[in-house]
């Protein structure tokens, strides 16, 4: 199983870098994890979402789920045809599973309607047509090709949960967005990669929900996580984010790795592309 980040940034794409999208790739599939500004355009120079077996939303703001429209109308795209155009390939691709925190279908679908295109409405259907939406609950399990994903709730703003993956040999956890909660604990326990947030350079006291370098530090020794990767940065300057990442070696004696756009870890074999 190998990650590739994709996008790293807390908030809005910034320095050339998206914000939050991850790719898994292994047991014959690939599962994008969130999709944040920047992140269609990212996914696009590796293939694009053809490949893709799912996708998987952590919750609803923007900087994780905001590149779902124009993946939506790339996957239509792919097989309207229009006049003078290039030829598309014969017969609609099955709609990618998009799995969503439950009650944000109906407001991506009204989102969707917000930009019509009267001469080929189809493409104002992204989320009918192009997905096959499955909304999930916390502790919802699913299976993609050969991985299996389990829904873990944290602490966030907006309902959030976590993702963990495993291919049956190695075992991947990402955050999405959350505070300190003992439910990091159970989303991370003996990972091979933990990718935590590291939004701050504090602990978060109050109820917007993220985690300092040293809070995720903390919660990859509880669980015994092998590896760290921390990500969702606030800021783009790399003095900051090696001051985060100290901050959370002086908490966890695994190694702990800064996400960059296009960071790529075989997972579980310490390999560096
Ligand atoms: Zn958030």
Not at 101 to 121: E, K, M, N, Q
Not at 204 to 217: K, M, Y
Not at 243 to 252: H, K, M
Request: charged content about 20%.
């Amino acid at each position: 199983m190998e990650l590739t980040v994709l996008g790293c940034c807390s908030g809005m794409p910034a320095g050339g870098e998206a914000s939050s999208g991850y790719l898994v790739r292994g047991g014959g599939t690939s599962v994008l994890l969130d999709c944040g500004p920047g992140i269609a355009t990212a996914l696009g120079a590796l293939g694009g979402p053809a490949p893709l077996g799912a996708v998987v939303i952590s919750h609803l703001h923007l900087d994780h789920c905001y590149d779902l429209l124009p993946l939506g109308k790339t996957l239509l795209t792919m097989v309207l045809d229009y006049p003078g155009g290039p030829p598309r390939a014969a017969g609609a691709p099955d709609p990618l599973p998009l799995y969503l925190p439950h009650g944000c279908a109906d407001l991506l679908r009204r989102w969707a309607a917000l930009f019509p295109v009267p001469t080929l409405p189809q493409l104002d259907r992204a989320f009918d047509l192009a997905f096959d939406v499955r909304e999930y609950r916390p502790g919802d399990t699913a299976r993609i090709g050969a991985l299996d994903l389990e829904l873990h709730e944290l602490r966030h703003g907006a309902p959030n949960c976590g993702t963990r993956i495993t291919d049956g040999a190695a075992t991947l956890a990402y955050t999405g967005d959350t505070g300190v909660t003992p439910a990091l604990e159970d989303l991370a326990r003996d990972v091979d990669l933990f990718v935590a947030e590291c939004s701050l350079d504090r602990t978060d006291t109050g109820p917007q929900g993220h985690l300092s370098g040293a809070d995720a530090g903390r919660a990859a020794t509880s669980a015994d996580a092998r590896e760290l990767l921390l990500t969702h940065w606030t800021s783009d300057d790399p003095a900051w984010r090696a001051a985060r990442r100290d901050d959370a070696r002086a908490v966890y004696g695994g190694p702990v790795h800064a996400a960059h756009a296009g960071w790529t870890d075989r997972v579980g074999a310490l390999t560096r592309l």
